[in-house]
């Protein structure tokens, strides 16, 4: 039985699945993001047999009309399709929510998340803000939001 391992990984990476997963008629270097350097930012990878199969980013990043005086945004969350329902993502987010909460509180976890995936972030308490748009270089989108609060 084959055991999956989830850990921290450089930004760079992340780069290759978040190009074949997430952006796949860009190049390599439209997988690089704003604040994946930033002091503070951090970036998951789960790993089968030594084979990174998943990925996710949490960095520091402000929202516009933020709610919290603190806003982490999650970024690049993908999973190899043949392993996607094995709980990789939900492990993946689960490690960057938990990280966003040994930070100073309170604060709020955003990202924008594809239409279909909706269902995945409410799961852990994102609520969706505003109406779906569209981005010609990820297509449809949510405004998904989190509060983190000192006491939960």
């Not at 960095?59 to 933020?66: D, F, S």
């Not at 005086?69 to 993946?92: K, L, N």
């Not at 309170?106 to 909706?118: D, L, N, Q, S, T």
Request: positive net charge; contains cysteine.
């Amino acid at each position: 039985m084959s055991t999956i391992e989830t850990r921290p990984i450089r930004a760079t990476e992340t780069y290759d699945l978040r190009q074949r997963i997430l952006r796949p008629h860009q190049p390599l270097s439209a997988c690089a993001f704003p604040y994946d350097t930033a002091s503070g930012a951090l970036h998951i990878g789960s790993f089968l047999n030594g084979q990174l199969i998943g990925i996710g980013s949490i960095v520091p990043e402000p929202r516009k009309n933020a709610t919290q005086p603190i806003s982490w945004r999650i970024r690049g969350m993908a999973v190899q399709e043949d392993t996607r329902g094995s709980g990789v993502g939900s492990t993946i987010l689960q490690t960057l929510i938990e990280y966003a909460r040994t930070q100073p509180l309170p604060a709020e976890i955003w990202c924008y998340g594809r239409a279909h995936v909706k269902g995945f972030y409410e799961r852990f308490g994102f609520v969706q803000e505003g109406d779906l748009f569209e981005l010609p270089e990820a297509g449809s989108l949510l405004l998904m939001i989190k509060t983190l609060r000192a006491n939960r």
